[in-house]
């Protein structure tokens, strides 16, 4: 039996982020000795490490509560977690192509900078004037 802090340290994940987990029912509830710490096994340490390496991948915690629940009925047909995966791929597919083009729009921005002052600087007119952008993106979140 494993206690928290090893299996944060097994798995890499926060201490914080497993107790998250078990809030929301990613994780279930462990159980605990008697003085009250929490203890896990293989079968927490093995779905742990499935949550952490989905979320690694980018999959959203509702599509993780899918596989987690598919990965428990293994006579269900792996088309629908095919599909979940496809799903993740087809967003970061989009991702990338929104970052394709702010990169392209920043090199931009900077080969045209002059390098003069700053009141003739092409970066601050495009950041000032977003109808100076030749490419249209909206913000990129973590």
Do not use: N, W
Not at 37 to 56: C, K, N, W
Not at 92 to 97: G, K, P, S
Not at 108 to 131: A, F, I, K, N
Request: charged share 35%; glycine share 8%; hydrophobic share 30%.
């Amino acid at each position: 039996m494993l206690s928290i802090g090893t299996l944060a340290k097994k798995t890499g994940t926060k201490v914080q982020t497993i107790r998250y987990y078990e809030q929301i029912g990613l994780l279930p509830e462990p159980g605990r000795t008697e003085g009250g710490q929490r203890r896990y096994g293989d079968a927490e340490l093995d779905r742990l490490s499935f949550v952490r390496h989905a979320r690694q991948l980018g999959f959203s915690l509702d599509s993780i509560r899918e596989l987690l629940d598919l990965s428990e009925r293994p006579d269900k047909p792996c088309a629908e977690a095919d599909a979940i995966a496809r799903r993740q791929l087809r967003q970061v597919e989009q991702r990338l192509a929104r970052l394709e083009a702010l990169r392209m729009e920043l090199e931009r921005m900077v080969h045209e900078c002059s390098g003069g002052q700053t009141s003739d600087c092409r970066v601050l007119d495009v950041l000032r004037d977003h109808s100076e952008c030749l490419t249209e993106h909206e913000e990129i979140g973590a």
